[in-house]
């Protein structure tokens, strides 16, 4: 008894090529202040900078849960800065071998770490000043936004992408049909 073939056989090959390239000059880009990590690091500066004068014009920003969150919120305010900078002026393209990603997804975590401790205890003490309970509304929001961030940048890391630069993605589909011996 013989048994039948088709009368062809398909084989389909996918390759996939992936490719970075980088430019090492230093440049002003103001097209970064309109991606979503732009806009989002634009957010987090104006809300540390919001808490920051509800505590600092408060009559009990001496107090240590003042001092904790005005601390966080300078610390968040300079080095959201600083990363800002470098996106605008492209030192992260030109610094391409540090692991950015990596370094602001623990940096965004920590701070949304922070910003819950720091409004939790100024929400705390909220029903003594009001300057601590608009400064709890402005630290949840920037828990909210850092915590984002972090997932944005837990997202691309996994992914695989630059932080910065051209990515180019080709996917090539070959499909080779050949009879059946």
Not at 19 to 31: A, E, I, V
Not at 45 to 51: A, H, T
Not at 126 to 140: I, M, Y
Request: with cysteine.
């Amino acid at each position: 008894m013989e048994q039948e073939f088709p009368g062809q056989h398909v084989t389909t090959t996918t390759t996939t090529t992936s490719s970075s390239t980088f430019q090492r000059s230093l440049r002003f880009d103001s097209s970064y202040f309109r991606t979503m990590p732009g806009i989002l690091k634009i957010i987090e500066m104006v809300l540390d900078i919001l808490g920051f004068i509800c505590i600092a014009v408060s009559n009990y920003a001496q107090l240590s849960r003042g001092a904790w969150f005005n601390t966080v919120a300078m610390v968040g305010f300079w080095c959201t800065l600083i990363l800002l900078a470098s996106y605008v002026f492209h030192l992260v393209e030109k610094l391409y071998k540090i692991p950015w990603l990596t370094i602001e997804l623990f940096y965004c975590g920590i701070m949304t770490a922070c910003y819950l401790l720091a409004a939790s205890l100024a929400a705390d003490y909220a029903h003594a000043n009001e300057g601590f309970g608009a400064a709890a509304f402005f630290g949840f929001c920037a828990m909210v936004c850092y915590g984002y961030d972090t997932w944005l940048k837990f997202k691309a890391r996994r992914s695989g992408v630059p932080p910065q630069g051209q990515h180019d993605v080709t996917k090539q589909v070959s499909t080779v049909t050949s009879p059946a011996y």
